[in-house]
């Protein structure tokens, strides 16, 4: 469990630690929501005794006056009197069946004057807790008094036979009044004993439920000091070991080494720094350089330092206010809300730097692909949106010219570069226009972002390309690592391009400018237009009938997380394929080795044997379907050494499930194309027999 905690992503353990609070808390609030009710029900259980009591009372008072004026009409309001009774013994008798007719308590206790609001709290004190002592003894007493009420009935009708019939003699009636009056003393004498139970069962569910809340405070506290704690001094413990590398590296002693002692982000940071400074170490000739490139590692971990520190500050301090268990849930969610965002924004920052570590490291990979520039811009244009109404921004994207239908570049990278370009235009933005124009010069695809935000100060201007500066650190919104304009023009000068500032007025806005290469060569006509549009189609539709053929395909996931595990088979679930599970890679081997499996998904750190073994004992076995690499080192050697190994593709963590699928169905096409789909089929067999 501990080391599944440390290799967890900062983002993840942030979801943990608010999804165990929200989950505490909707605990408590159920207990308190419970409490309310059984309190309720005991409430109106004792209004219905009141009826009851009253009811009995006006029965016994209609009969005495029925003895004394002979009146018809007393006896008929003494029977109207016994309804009440009669209607809470029959909702009573009914609840007592193992299969009660409802409709027939409700009528009853309806009968018996409880309010139809309270009539089914009355149902659900019973069945819940028809065997607790309080509860139980309560209707037991009830029960009794309905045998005495039967025999008020029974001494009525004999009243009321002797007066019909003039059989009446004062000494009979006189009798009979004694006993109506010893049975109304023991009626009231039973009230009293119900009143007194409920009385005693409603303080000592009090007590109950007051001792559960109180319980699940603390444990609400508790857990939220502990799991605070236990976060908090990773990150600290991490950020020193960080700062105390980075004094080392810049007096030159480029042996110093940051422990790596988890595989979140700030452990692939950690071999990330390593990797530099023994790069450094190996390169570096001159004392000038070496100094230069001390400084700038310096420089790198201090603002890492400070840019983690400040997100992780928001988190904690909104942590620590959410264990306070009188802050409406409203502000909870607000709360819960912005820990998410801020959580994001943290990931965002610790990708920035590990790009800008590829690229200073000279690992950035370039991967050109054709395309459709239109529908490229629409999807741009779809993501942007929400940002933009966030700021009540306009937003727009303008064609100049004749632009060609598709283009051949890294879609990736490109779509990465304008992301950063348009969120900062968006960013300074408020109330304005933010508007994205593209067209086509020579060989070069040219996109310009305008804004009509703050601008930018002159002096300030010459800060915008060099790594962790920002323009305008005044602003509120100015949140992140000041690297995106950074990997931005370096991605685009990979891409044959730059980008620079075109100019910036401060008040009235900035425009920058993005250039990259179009390595394809495009005709701009109508035919060409029709054509990629159905082609774009038929793709669609090429698409939806490849992601067919992954129903009902077998899948072993080699993997020692169960959170993974998890993730994975939900991924892989809807698509109708079957999953089953390794937890560590001799576990994988013998599976795949004795069952049938159309792939294997294979996590190349864990246990026992670990991915790049498993996989190479696979090979040399002579298996040969398709094995996916996941891992959640994302350099390019890491790559490399997943594929030497012989897995056929290597997918990231965390995975996307639109990735996953395309690598499924991409691997399977290839595995038919290579060994022909009668193989596929001759292997049917042995699945069978699992």
């Avoid at 409880?114 to 209707?139: G, K």
């Avoid at 029974?154 to 009798?175: C, F, G, W, Y």
């Avoid at 990330?272 to 001159?286: C, F, P, T, W």
Wanted: proline fraction near 2%.
């Amino acid at each position: 469990m501990r080391k599944f905690w440390k290799d967890l992503s900062i983002a993840k353990k942030l979801y943990v630690v608010v999804g165990i609070m929200a989950l505490l808390i909707a605990t408590e609030l159920f207990t308190l929501l419970f409490a309310m009710d059984t309190l309720s029900s005991i409430r109106s259980f004792i209004a219905g005794e009141g009826f009851w009591s009253k009811a009995q009372k006006n029965a016994i008072y209609s009969l005495n006056r029925y003895v004394s004026t002979k009146d018809p009409i007393q006896y008929t309001f003494f029977q109207e009197h016994l309804q009440v009774a009669l209607g809470d013994r029959q909702a009573r008798i009914e609840l007592e069946k193992p299969h009660p007719d409802m409709e027939k308590v409700y009528q009853g206790f309806l009968k018996g004057q409880n309010h139809p609001e309270d009539i089914q709290r009355l149902i659900s004190l019973i069945q819940r807790f028809a065997t607790n002592q309080y509860v139980s003894q309560a209707l037991l007493v009830w029960r009794d008094a309905d045998i005495m009420f039967f025999e008020l009935i029974d001494i009525a009708k004999d009243i009321h036979v002797m007066i019909s019939t003039n059989k009446d003699t004062p000494e009979r009636l006189q009798a009979s009044l004694q006993k109506v009056d010893l049975l109304n003393t023991k009626l009231t004498a039973l009230e009293n004993q119900f009143s007194q139970v409920l009385g005693e069962g409603s303080r000592w569910m009090e007590s109950l439920l007051m001792f559960i809340l109180v319980c699940a405070v603390l444990t609400v506290e508790t857990t939220g000091v502990v799991l605070t704690i236990a976060f908090s001094r990773t990150l600290n413990r991490s950020l020193s070991e960080l700062n105390k590398a980075s004094q080392e590296i810049g007096k030159g002693n480029f042996s110093a080494e940051v422990p790596v002692r988890s595989q979140d982000e700030l452990g692939l940071l950690a071999e990330a720094i390593n990797k530099m400074a023994r790069d450094l170490k190996k390169s570096v000739g001159e004392r000038v350089q070496a100094e230069n490139a001390s400084q700038f590692k310096t420089q790198f971990l201090a603002n890492m330092s400070h840019e983690i520190r400040t997100p992780l500050g928001v988190i904690l301090g909104l942590v620590e206010i959410l264990k306070d268990p009188h802050i409406p849930w409203n502000e909870r969610i607000k709360y819960t809300e912005t820990i998410e965002r801020t959580g994001q924004n943290l990931t965002r920052i610790i990708n920035d730097i590990l790009d800008m570590s590829k690229v200073e490291s000279g690992h950035l990979e370039i991967e050109h692909s054709k395309f459709s520039l239109h529908d490229f811009i629409s999807e741009l244009q779809t993501m942007m949106r929400v940002r933009a109404e966030r700021n009540q921004n306009e937003l727009h994207f303008i064609k100049q010219g004749d632009v060609p239908q598709t283009i051949v570049t890294d879609r990736t990278r490109l779509r990465q570069i304008l992301i950063n370009l348009v969120n900062n235009a968006l960013k300074f933005t408020h109330n304005g226009t933010v508007s994205l124009t593209y067209c086509k010069q020579g060989s070069h695809l040219v996109f310009q972002v305008s804004d009509t935000g703050t601008g930018i100060e002159h002096e300030k201007q010459s800060q915008l390309f060099q790594a962790f500066s920002q323009a305008e650190t005044s602003s509120l919104d100015a949140e992140g690592t000041g690297l995106g304009l950074v990997i931005s023009k370096r991605l685009a000068q990979a891409l044959g391009g730059d980008v620079t500032l075109k100019e910036s007025i401060p008040g009235e806005g900035s425009t920058f400018v993005a250039t990259v290469i179009d390595e394809g060569v495009q005709e701009v006509t109508a035919e060409k237009s029709w054509q990629i549009s159905s082609d774009s189609t038929s793709s669609a539709s090429t698409e939806a009938n490849q992601s067919a053929i992954l129903q009902g395909k077998k899948v072993l996931v080699v993997e020692d997380v169960l959170d993974n595990q998890m993730l994975t088979k939900l991924y892989l679930a809807r698509k109708g394929m079957k999953v089953q599970f390794a937890n560590n890679g001799a576990e994988g081997v013998q599976k795949a080795l004795s069952e049938y499996y159309d792939f294997i998904l294979m996590d190349m750190q864990m246990p026992v044997m670990d991915g790049y073994t498993a996989t190479r004992n696979l090979r040399e076995s002579g298996y040969q379907k398709p094995i996916i690499a996941l891992t959640a080192h994302a350099m390019k050697e890491d790559r490399e050494r997943c594929l030497q190994a012989g897995c056929d593709d290597y997918l990231t963590k965390p995975l996307d499930s639109a990735v996953l699928h395309e690598a499924l169905i991409r691997n399977l096409n290839q595995y038919e194309e290579k060994h022909g789909k009668r193989l596929s089929q001759e292997f049917q067999a042995p699945e069978a027999s699992v």
